[in-house]
Nanobody, 128 residues
Framework: VRLVESGGGSVQAGGSLRLTCVAS????????MAWFRQKEGKEREGIAA?????????????LYADSVKGRFAISTDNSKNILYLEMNSLKPEDTAIYYC?????????????????WGQGTQVTVSS
């Protein structure tokens, strides 16, 4: 199983970026897919997670950290096993390495140890 992120870069405060994570090498039905980030010198933190629909016509369920709620949006394209993170109104404090994660079991949505697959990370830098 391989998770590959893309879409990171440098942007000015107030700008937007969209991160993409492509999952390959698997036919898993993920229990959860999520985005984490790690600021320099800090622990990795969960910022957004999405739980797949129980049936195709049902809505997904998303959870967000308070620090990004209302500014970031997580979504998936299940037919292509792709995870997105739309980031708007970016702030300098959003500067971090962003990681895509997935898991095949339950647990706390924002706990690092509860995820068994990780991408390599993509750098996001927001300047003031």
């Amino acid at each position: 199983v391989r998770l590959v992120e893309s879409g990171g870069g440098s942007v000015q405060a107030g700008g937007s970026l969209r991160l993409t994570c492509v999952a390959s090498g698997t036919t898993y039905t993920w229990y959860t897919m999520a985005w984490f980030r790690q600021k320099e010198g800090k622990e990795r933190e969960g910022i957004a997670a999405i739980f797949p629909q129980a049936i195709p016509s049902a809505p997904t369920r998303e959870l967000y950290a308070d620090s990004v709620k209302g500014r970031f949006a997580i979504s998936t394209d299940n037919s292509k096993n792709i995870l997105y993170l739309e980031m708007n109104s970016l702030k300098p404090e959003d500067t971090a390495i962003y990681y895509c994660a997935a898991r095949t079991w339950g647990g706390m949505w924002n706990r690092v140890d509860d995820y068994n697959f990780w991408g390599q990370g993509t750098q996001v830098t927001v300047s003031s």
